[in-house]
C-alpha cells in the first residue's frame, strides 16, 4: 500500500488539491464580502464605523473579528477593501491579524482539540490579540497609500475586468485615509444604477478577486504541499525537549504546513510529546501568517508593510511563547 | 498584451473556474470526497462549486482582466486536482464498495465483550488515566500495520488509523504498539483487527518514533503496549479515516 515509486508525487498532488479545496470556499466569501463592500458600502460609512485615532482604533479592529469572523483564506481581500475604502489602517491591519484567532468559531474548535482546556483558549487568544494589537499600533501612522500596493483600487488591485475605471473620486479619497483620487477617472463609480448592473458589478469583482487571491493561495498550497511531502516527521522530533527549539520548530512549522485556523488546533493537540508553550506559538502564529498569506501579502502590500508582516508577528509570538516557557504554569 | 489575447486569457481563466467547479461537483458524488475534506465539509464545496460555476460561466460573458501568471497557476492547479485522483485513496480502502457490519451504527462491544474503540479514543482514554473505567476484557481495535526494524526486535508492530479534522493536508496518525498474540508480525500496510488490553510498556526504552506515508506527524501511545489476545486481518474501510472521536461508550470506532 505504502510502497509505489510515484506515492510522493501522487501524495503532494493529493494535499496541494486538499488545502486548496478547503480554502475555495473561504477565499471566495472573502471575496464576495470584499465585492459587496466594494460596490454598496460608501466610504464615509465605513471610515464612521472606525475610530481615527490609533489605539481606540487597534481595539475596533480587534473586535471586528468577533463580528465578522473571517479565517485567514479570506481575509486578504477584506482588508484590501477596507483600506481603499478609508479605514484606518490601524484597525484594518489588526482586524486582518486578530480575525482568524480572536473569533468564536477558531475559539470553539481550540476548546474542543483541547479537550475543555481552558487556559489554551484563553492563551491563544491573548497571544494572537497581543501580535495583532502590537502590528496594528507599528503601523498606525502609515497611510492606505503607504500599506498598499495599488492604493486606490486599480491596476492588479481590481481585476475586475468590467472596464469602468469605478475606484474613482471617492469621498473617501482624503489626506486622512491617504488614498488619493484617481486621475483621469471618466467612468461612473461603483455601485452603477440599476439592479442587473449592481448585480454583475458584485460578480465581475467577486471573479477579479478570487482569480487574483486564488492564484496566491494555489502558490502557497504548493509550497506548502511540497514540504510536507518532502519533509520527514521525525526532523521535528529532535527539538521537542528543548524549549526554545521547540517554540521555533513549531513557529517554522505553523509557517511552513499553512493550515486553516478552525483546523489547527486538533493538529497541535496531536503533538503530545511537544511543550505547552510550542503549542500555542504554532496556533498564534500560524493564522497571521504562513506561506500562502505571505504570498497573498507581497501581492497587496508594500515592501516595508510585508517585511513588518513578516518579521513582526513572528518576533511577538517567539517572545510571548518563551516568556510562557520560563514563567508560565 | 493584445486585447483580442487578453480576452482569451480571461475566458481560458473562466474556462479554468468551471473546470475546478466540475472537480469539485464530481468529488462530491462519487466516493473520494472524503479523502480530500472532512465530510462536513460537504455543503460548503457543493455551495462552492455551485457559485464557482455561475462565476465562471459570468466570466466567459465578460472575461476578467487577464493575466498570464495566474491563468498559469489555475492550469496547474486543475492538472493537479485529476493527477490526485489515483493518488486520493492511501489507506487502501477504494474499491470496498460494500458497507462492512464494522462500519453499521457503532455497537459498545464485540461478541466476546471487548469494547470497540479506535485508536484516537484509546490513546485519550490512556493519555487521562481513564482505562479503569472500563474493566471488561479489554478493547478492540482496527487500522493498519506499520512494521519498523526496532519493533520489530522487541516482537511488536505500530497500528494506526489516521484522523482528519478539515483536509488531507491536517490529517496525523495515532496509533498504538501491539504484540500480536502468536508473535507473528502482519505484513506492513495490512489492516487487522486486534483485540485485547493495554499494558505498561516493559523495559525502560522508549517506543520509536514511526513515520506514517502521507501524513506529517504520527503519534504512538508512549508507555503502553497493547498485548493482543487475537489479531485477524479485516478489509480496510469504506472510510478509513477517524473523523470522529468520542468520549463514551459507544465509541466511535
Known amino acids: ?53 490609533a489605539v481606540p482604533g487597534v481595539l475596533a479592529g480587534l473586535f471586528a473579528g468577533l463580528f465578522l469572523p473571517v479565517c485567514e483564506c479570506g481575509i486578504v481581500p477584506i482588508v484590501r477593501r477596507m483600506l481603499t475604502k478609508g479605514v484606518p489602517p490601524a484597525s484594518a491591519m489588526t482586524y486582518m491579524l486578530a480575525a482568524p484567532i480572536v473569533n468564536p468559531v477558531v475559539m470553539a474548535s481550540t476548546y474542543t482539540a483541547f479537550q475543555g482546556d481552558w487556559f489554551m483558549v484563553a492563551a491563544r ?35 475586475c475586468g468590467c472596464g469602468h475605471d469605478h475606484g474613482g473620486p471617492n469621498p ?33 469583482h467577486t471573479v477579479g478577486e478570487f482569480l487574483d487571491m486564488g492564484g496566491m493561495l494555489i502558490l502557497g498550497s504548493l509550497f506548502a504541499a511540497a514540504f510536507k511531502t518532502l519533509t520527514p516527521s521525525t526532523v521535528l522530533t529532535l527539538f521537542e525537549t528543548d524549549p526554545l527549539l521547540s517554540i521555533m520548530a513549531m513557529m517554522l512549522l505553523a509557517i511552513l504546513l499553512s493550515l486553516c485556523s478552525e483546523a489547527d488546533a486538533f493538529v497541535a493537540a496531536s503533538f503530545t510529546t511537544f511543550p505547552a508553550s510550542a503549542k500555542l506559538a504554532f496556533l498564534a502564529l500560524g493564522p497571521m501568517l504562513d506561506i500562502k498569506l505571505a504570498i497573498m501579502f507581497q501581492a497587496v502590500f508594500t515592501r516595508r508593510v510585508v517585511t513588518a508582516l513578516l518579521v513582526v508577528p513572528p518576533v511577538m509570538v517567539f517572545v510571548l511563547s518563551y516568556a510562557l516557557a520560563l514563567f508560565g504554569p | 498584451m493584445h486585447n483580442i489575447q487578453k480576452n482569451l ?70 492538472g493537479l486536482a485529476l493527477a490526485s485522483l489515483p493518488a486520493a485513496d492511501p489507506f487502501g480502502s477504494r474499491g470496498d464498495a ?28 490512556a493519555e487521562n488515566n481513564e482505562l479503569s473505567r472500563h474493566p471488561g476484557p479489554g478493547f478492540a481495535v482496527r487500522g493498519f500495520v506499520r512494521r519498523d526494524p526496532e519493533l520489530d526486535k522487541r516482537g511488536l508492530f505500530g497500528l494506526y488509523r489516521v484522523a482528519l ?88 470506532y
Not at chain 2, 49 to 59: E, H, I, T
Open chain 1, 172 to 204: 473617501g479619497d482624503t489626506p486622512d485615509s491617504g488614498v488619493a483620487p484617481d486621475s483621469g477617472a471618466s467612468a461612473p463609480a461603483c455601485p452603477p444604477a440599476g439592479t442587473r448592473a449592481r448585480i454583475a458589478a458584485v460578480c465581475s
Open chain 2, 165 to 252: 479534522f478539515c483536509c488531507f493536508a491536517d490529517a496525523t496518525a495515532v496509533g498504538l504498539a501491539v504484540r500480536p498474540p502468536d508473535g507473528i508480525l502482519p505484513e506492513d500496510g495490512a489492516w487487522v483487527r486486534v483485540a485485547g488490553r493495554l499494558d505498561p510498556l516493559p523495559g525502560d526504552a522508549p517506543l520509536p518514533d514511526i513515520q506514517v506515508p502521507g501524513v506529517f506527524y504520527a503519534s504512538t501511545l508512549p508507555g503502553f503496549v497493547f498485548d493482543a489476545d487475537k489479531a485477524v486481518p479485516v478489509p480496510a474501510p469504506r472510510e478509513p479515516f477517524m473523523f470522529e472521536w468520542r468520549v463514551s461508550p459507544p465509541y466511535a
Open chain 1, 125 to 159: 487568544t491573548a497571544m494572537g490579540a497581543v501580535t495583532a494589537l502590537g502590528v496594528g499600533l507599528a503601523l498606525s501612522r502609515l497611510s492606505a497609500r503607504d500599506i498598499l500596493l495599488h492604493p486606490a483600487g486599480h491596476g492588479s488591485a481590481c481585476a
Open chain 2, 9 to 78: 486569457l480571461g475566458r481560458l481563466d473562466a474556462l479554468l473556474l468551471l473546470g475546478l467547479a466540475l472537480f469539485m461537483a464530481s468529488l462530491l458524488s462519487g466516493d473520494l470526497y472524503w479523502h480530500y475534506l472532512h465530510p462536513r465539509f460537504r455543503p460548503l464545496t457543493a455551495a462552492t462549486s455551485l457559485v464557482m460555476a455561475g462565476l465562471g460561466l459570468f466570466a466567459l460573458i465578460r472575461p476578467p482582466r487577464a493575466s498570464g501568471g495566474r491563468t498559469l497557476a489555475f492550469a496547474l492547479m486543475l
Open chain 2, 98 to 125: 460494500s458497507r462492512t457490519a464494522d462500519e453499521a451504527e457503532p455497537v459498545p462491544e464485540d461478541e466476546a465483550g471487548y469494547l470497540r474503540i479506535n485508536t484516537g479514543e484509546l490513546y485519550d482514554l
Open chain 1, 1 to 53: 500500500m505504502f510502497d509505489a515509486p510515484l506515492d510522493g508525487l501522487g501524495f503532494f498532488a493529493l494535499t496541494a488539491t486538499a488545502i486548496f479545496l478547503e480554502a475555495a470556499p473561504f477565499l471566495l466569501l472573502g471575496s464576495f464580502l470584499a465585492a459587496l463592500i466594494e460596490c454598496f458600502v460608501p466610504p464615509e460609512r465605513m471610515q464612521r464605523l472606525f475610530p481615527k485615532r
